[in-house]
């Protein structure tokens, strides 16, 4: 079946730095991908989607390409800041699904 | 607008007992979506409503849960009887159309079975 492995945290970063968050998938056919965001006290939000190979997402600075290729939806980020703490939540949505399919989550703790 | 409420936030049952978990979608919202993320594992779709219709429910772990959304409008997810295995955070989610660029969270029930 469909599955989403990405990089478990916590992942620790200064304010201001580069930030990558690894996700990758196993899908058939052709899934679209999302980046969901839960912040602390509420319901996951999403933050990007990408529906078909070589789509960019993009949204509040973060942003994801569709690589087909190596099946991967990377999450990327120029310069962090404290409120983007938070657990991201890299999901497929397979052709024909009624649900989504997600990874476990990685929890992000930007320092000031 | 009000977002869609799930409640309680918080329950703490012992195994074999029975436990009702509620969610409010946004208003006019006809799919509700049930999904739970059992501690350290991803979150898995249970099932899926169209107005008082399940359209989907393979994510339905066993017998032991019942899904109801008399009416159309709230849901609720019973658990007869909890198991320890059933704990977890629930997460209710609604869209007014079936797709995923408009699905709203809740912020979950977090259900401990002890």
């Known amino acids: 079946g469909d599955s989403v492995t990405q990089m478990e945290g916590p992942v620790t970063l200064s304010e201001e730095a580069f930030l990558t968050i690894n996700c990758t998938y196993t899908a058939t056919g052709y899934p679209s991908l999302f980046w969901y965001v839960q912040y602390p006290g509420e319901g996951l939000q999403l933050l990007l989607k990408a529906t078909k190979a070589d789509d960019k997402g993009s949204n509040k600075g973060f942003e994801a390409t569709y690589r087909k290729e190596t099946t991967s939806f990377h999450l990327e980020k120029g310069s962090v800041q404290v409120s983007d703490s938070a657990v991201y939540f890299c999901a497929l949505r397979g052709g024909g699904a009624d649900g989504l399919t997600f990874g476990k989550g990685t929890h992000l703790i930007i320092q000031p | 607008e009000a977002g869609v409420t799930q409640f309680p936030s918080h329950s703490v049952i012992e195994k074999g007992q029975t436990v009702t978990l509620r969610c409010d979608p946004i208003?006019?919202?006809?799919?509700l979506y049930w999904y739970r993320r059992v501690m350290g594992k991803e979150i898995k779709f249970l099932l899926h409503?169209?107005?008082?219709?399940?359209?989907?429910e393979s994510g339905m772990p066993n017998n032991r849960f019942l899904a109801e959304r008399t009416g159309g409008t709230y849901s609720t997810l019973k658990v007869q009887p909890a198991e320890l295995e059933d704990s977890g955070v629930y997460f209710c989610a609604s869209s007014q159309v079936r797709g995923w660029e408009n699905l709203f969270f809740g912020s979950g029930t977090q259900l401990s079975v002890l």
């Open positions: 409503f169209v107005k008082e219709s399940k359209q989907d």
């Open positions: 208003s006019g919202h006809d799919n």
